[in-house]
């Protein structure tokens, strides 16, 4: 059994073991957790509800496999060297949690009536061992991908310095070594400029975790566990996805990416002229390599050497989750469309007060009296 299958088997175990404390907690909490945590959905017509206990059951899993897929693309830490290799730190980071949970569940449990008191105490109290490995697998999650992105970085740099190196020695031979020296170490720095988007592949995953999980919440029953607050949920992990592409980026492109660039190129432009010039061929493609590593140097570059099939599939579901929380929250339209906007104008016009019409003015009747015949003379 190799790495992966085993990290797999204890990710199915710690799975079952807390759904099963996840179920016995929803018995025990009964008609509270009920009309509180239920799943609501239409089946034929009828509205129906279930456990809450079956949501929680699938955004556990989800979580298991987002662990099980980072541990896969951290090759250098895996969740279970982490806890072997800091058994203090794990079991530190385990109080930590349960001290959380713990405070949490003192204030989950104030009630009026001491029965349902009692009841809400005894649930959370069989709650606790769910979250707590739930937050624990959260914390390792994190934890694998930061150390795996450390070792990258210092892989990285190892295998800069001495392409750059190489780079500054080529003047210690004859024209033709030096050209040979350029041409090679270009080559090299171009593989290790591409292979420095894999760094972003566990953040990548995670970020794309993420977002799947929001869409869950919004678009199916699931968002009847989170009563009131599930567009704020999903717009906190959003951000909180967003900062850690971007956050993981920046130091990226500022400790590795970039700083290797300035140092290749300063190396390069140390060589002495005469070098560079005793070969039209060479001095042509010497200025090629400069002006192509100063455009793979800018952001513009940068963004480009990231753009890989994660980096696509992180853009495309972060864009449907943004639109998904946008009209999420608005309420739901029933009807069509074409009556909806025609009800809609006959409610404005009749809250628009109509202006009278003025009464036509009536023409004045005509004089009919005779005058008076004047005297004969």
Known sequence: MNVLQTSALVIVCGWAIASAFLVAAYRRAGPIWIERHSLRFRLAG?????????????????CALLLWAVDATTPEMNFIAVIARHPWWALGALVFVSAIIAAYTASAVEHPDPETRKRLRQTYAIYAPYSTLLFG???????????QFIADTETFNAAASAITDRAASAAAGGVAEAQRTVEFSYVDAMMLLARAKNQMTPVFIFAIAIFSINLLILYTPMRGLYTTNAVFLTNVSTLIAIGAVAAAGAVLYVASYNAFIVDYMAALDGLPRDIVGADAMFQRRFTDITLA?????????????????????????????????????KPEIEGSLPTIAFDAALEEAAKTPQKAAPKPVAAAPANTQRRPERGKR
């Open 46 to 62: 009828a509205e129906r509800r279930c456990s809450g206990a079956i949501g929680e059951m699938a955004l556990l899993a989800a």
């Open 137 to 147: 697998g959260g914390m390792v999650l994190i934890y694998c991908i930061v150390t």
């Open 293 to 329: 590593l100063e455009q793979k140097g800018s952001l513009v570059g940068f963004i480009g050497d990231m753009s890989n099939e994660w980096a696509g599939l992180t853009a495309i579901v972060g864009v449907v989750q943004a639109a998904a929380s946008r009209l999420a929250r």
